[in-house]
């Protein structure tokens, strides 16, 4: 079992451009949800996607946006970068039944903004 | 709006002491109130939670108790060993089940 995965790892971009992030949840979930982690702090809840809908979403911005596809995986976009948004970005799975609990999270994408 | 406090936000102790992490919570509403360990590179990783109909769970060195009435709960490691270093992060759910999550416990082990 590979776990969550996501790619990249790192990624450096400059203010004012796009950027996607892509998330495989953990063999058997269907729900995905995403975090931004800034340095020295908690995971900030993003957005949640379930059956290909955003489900639930956290206090960010129109600029941040969201995909699940038909197998469960999902994407993050985010849109006119700041540099505000640098931070670790971190896919969390699990299965529909269970939502927010046992949360199974990848290994993140380091995000900096330049 | 809602929170949750954890202290201390640094934690030294002697390699085979105990450990106790704080949480304080505001959602009267919050129910389930998991633990993660986050090491250096990595995401957090659950390693125990706990439901509001329980006061007590253990498993193994971990422990989590919890306090409804004073909204508060904490976490216990025993006999602890090199590997428990880590930042540890406490979180409680809101009325809309998401989780709002401390700002995390860096513990060290001295040998």
């Known amino acids: 079992d590979a776990g969550v995965t996501q790619s990249p790892t790192h990624l450096i971009k400059t203010r004012g451009q796009q950027v996607t992030l892509r998330c495989s949840p953990k063999?058997?979930?269907?729900?995905v949800s995403w975090y931004q982690q800034a340095l020295g702090q908690g995971p900030q809840f993003i957005f949640q996607y379930y059956e290909e809908e955003e489900r639930q979403r956290g206090n960010f911005p129109d600029r941040f946006s969201g995909h699940q596809f038909p197998n469960y995986s999902s994407e993050l976009n985010v849109n006119a970068l700041l540099l505000g948004d640098s931070a670790l970005y971190l896919c969390?799975?699990?299965?529909?039944?269970?939502?927010?609990?046992?949360?199974?999270f990848g290994s993140g994408t380091q995000l900096s903004v330049l | 709006g809602e929170n949750v406090e954890q202290h201390p936000s640094t934690l030294s102790v002697q390699e085979g002491d105990s450990a106790v992490i704080k949480c304080t919570y505001s959602d009267s509403a919050s129910n389930y109130f998991p633990w993660y360990k986050q090491e250096l590179g990595k995401g957090p990783q659950l390693i125990i939670d706990i439901r509001s109909n329980v006061g007590e769970k253990k498993d193994q060195r971990i422990a989590v108790t919890l306090n409804k009435t004073a909204k508060h709960f904490s976490l216990h490691i025993t006999e602890t060993q090199p590997e428990d270093s880590a930042v540890y992060f406490c979180?409680?759910?809101?009325?809309?089940?998401?989780?709002?999550w401390g700002a995390g416990t860096k513990l060290i082990i001295k040998p």
């Open positions: 969390a799975s699990s299965t529909s039944g269970q939502g927010f609990e046992k949360l199974f």
């Open positions: 979180a409680a759910s809101m009325s809309n089940y998401q989780l709002i």
């Open positions: 063999s058997g979930h269907d729900t």
